[in-house]
């Protein structure tokens, strides 16, 4: 299989994170969305990235489909999510605000290199989206005393919120204090020193218009 995808994505790089956590073997392609958006097409109409193709061809797309393979694949005991219950849910939510940071983060930046005239409504919510995610999400981690979400393991709440804070920082750094989020700058440090962090990673390039 291979994932199609630049690592300077948080989407992708969390993808890319959670294969080589689960050992299973890919091959990266790193096409552009707009650089090489006709080769990303075949695959995937909304030529959008992560976009997962399988060996007999199928093509999973989204970050959370995909993870949700993955974790069907690996198996529930080795899954990085917890099977049910309030705590799947609780997890979950860490994933969805962790995703939809990433997303106004993304958005913000194709917001500035995009645009010659920046709207500045759109630009001031954003930016709001951004910093108050950034406080519940702060907020989450301090009442975390183990290393992870889920204790001693790494789970893909852990990935999710690392892979978008290192994005927002550098994507943003004005918008990211490590002095007001603590817990979050920690975090992303803990989990950057880890082997698969640092293998799977790519300085930001912004888009060019």
Known sequence: MFLIGQYDSPFVRRVAIALRLY??????????TF????????YNPLRRVPTLVLDDGEALIES?????????????DKAMLP???????RHLRICALASGLG??????LYERVLRKEQLALWVERCQAQIADVLEVLEAERAKVTPPYWLGDRIGHADVAVACVVRF???AHPDLFDASRYPALA??????????????IAQPLAPPKG
């Open 35 to 42: 650089g090489d958006a006709d080769k990303i097409a075949p």
């Open 83 to 89: 099977r049910g219950g309030a705590e799947r849910r």
């Open 168 to 170: 927002t920082r550098e």
């Open 103 to 108: 997303d106004k983060a993304v958005s913000l």
């Open 186 to 199: 920690a975090h992303s440090e803990r989990c950057e020193a880890l082997a698969p962090f640092q293998e």
């Open 64 to 76: 959370m489909i995909i993870l949700d393979y993955l974790d069907d694949l690996i198996g529930v």
């Open 23 to 32: 050992g299973l073997a890919f091959e990266h392609k790193p096409w552009s």
